[in-house]
């Protein structure tokens, strides 16, 4: 299975940004899609984007729509998710995958964690 690293996470106030970071040293992301999930304590983990890597498609959580972006970098292997407008209940352990089913059949990366706190 191929490594995913993500990075980007930290501690921020509400209504602030970060941008996460997750790459795959070595392995271009030709997978059909990648996927971003977060998981908060005692919560389930649940879907929050999707990137599709054939026409650049995507699909966000109604949680985080409008406030959220995914996209790509070719040329640096890393997938980015952009998060404007952090809200509380954002906070979570962020993972990326190399699909967007949520399964373990597929890679996923470490996760880093997101904090939003005044």
């Known amino acids: 299975q191929v490594q995913l690293v993500e990075s980007g996470g930290g501690l921020v106030q509400p209504g602030g940004s970060l941008r996460l970071a997750c790459a795959a040293p070595?392995?271009?992301?030709?997978?059909?899609?990648v996927g971003w999930f977060r998981q908060a304590p005692g919560k389930e983990r649940e879907g929050v984007s999707c990137?599709?890597?054939?026409?650049?498609?995507?699909w966000y959580a109604d949680s985080v729509r409008g406030r959220f972006t995914t996209s790509k970098d070719v040329a640096n292997n890393t997938i980015y998710l952009q998060m404007n407008s952090l809200k509380p209940e954002d906070t979570a352990t962020y993972y990326c995958a190399t699909d967007c089913s949520g399964s373990d059949d597929y890679s996923w990366g470490q996760g880093t964690q997101v904090s939003v706190s005044s």
């Open positions: 070595g392995f271009p992301f030709y997978y059909a899609g």
């Open positions: 990137l599709s890597m054939n026409d650049g498609s995507t």
